[in-house]
Antibody, heavy 125, light 107 residues
């Protein structure tokens, strides 16, 4: 059974840093893209970052330069280092796994097959 | 960035109704679209990927269609457990982006 368990959330002051972790089990972690997706209370979903098995990373403009995604395949672990936190970073942060390769030609799908239960990050003074 | 526009933002329906949700991309995305269901306090769950491929374990009353910029999620016969919020997501261009969500409420 695939399991993704996030940890590391909490209350942090604006400008501070926090590191989230995601412990994965039930699949060959080193073979899959992994992502972070967040959701502010009562709001929609926002993709925050992604990383492929080799360590290539992707970010949206809203977090680029502030957030860093990384992985440790030997420990089946995914991380999100968040710096210069702002009030609008307040959200539940989900860890999510990508699909087994679902491609057509040179294009592949980056959807989210499995999700963790999330960890709450609150940025407030 | 590719903008994803869902409509309606909410819909009231009864058990047994047919419900259709639309999602429009600001530029062509082929068939690289996924749909998710989210219930209050829970993580989203994947329903459909590749615009029309049902994820394993998802009931057949859910179906997806479309390509390019216009997509549809249909629930053929609404069941009590289907009252939830539904999101589309374009899955081929970074940054990955979601629609704003459609809340399916009990009429």
């Amino acid at each position: 059974e695939v399991q993704l368990v996030e940890s590391g959330g909490g209350l942090i002051q604006p400008g501070g840093s926090l590191r989230l972790s995601c412990a994965a089990s039930g699949f060959t972690f080193s073979s899959y893209d992994m992502h972070w997706v967040r959701q502010a209370t009562g709001k929609g979903l926002e993709w925050v970052s992604g990383i492929d098995p080799a360590g290539e990373t992707w970010y949206p403009g809203s977090v680029k330069g502030r957030f860093t995604i990384s992985r440790e395949n030997a420990k089946n672990s995914l991380f999100l280092q968040m710096n210069s936190l702002r009030a609008d970073d307040t959200a539940v942060y989900y860890c999510a796994r990508g699909p087994h390769k679902y491609c057509s030609g040179s294009s592949c799908s980056s959807h989210f097959v499995y999700w963790g239960q999330g960890t709450l990050v609150t940025v407030s003074s | 960035d590719i903008q994803m526009t869902q409509s309606p933002s909410s819909v009231s329906a009864s058990v047994g109704d047919r419900v259709t949700i639309t999602c429009q991309a600001s530029q062509g995305i082929g068939s690289w679209l996924a749909w998710y269901q989210q219930k209050p306090g829970k993580a989203p769950e994947l329903l459909i990927y590749g615009a029309s491929t049902l994820q394993s374990g998802v009931p057949s009353r859910f179906s997806g269609s479309g390509s390019g910029t216009d997509f549809t999620l249909t629930i053929s016969t609404l069941q009590p457990e289907d009252f939830a919020t539904y999101y589309c997501q374009q899955a081929n261009n970074f940054p990955l982006t979601f629609g704003g969500g459609t809340k399916v409420e009990i009429k």
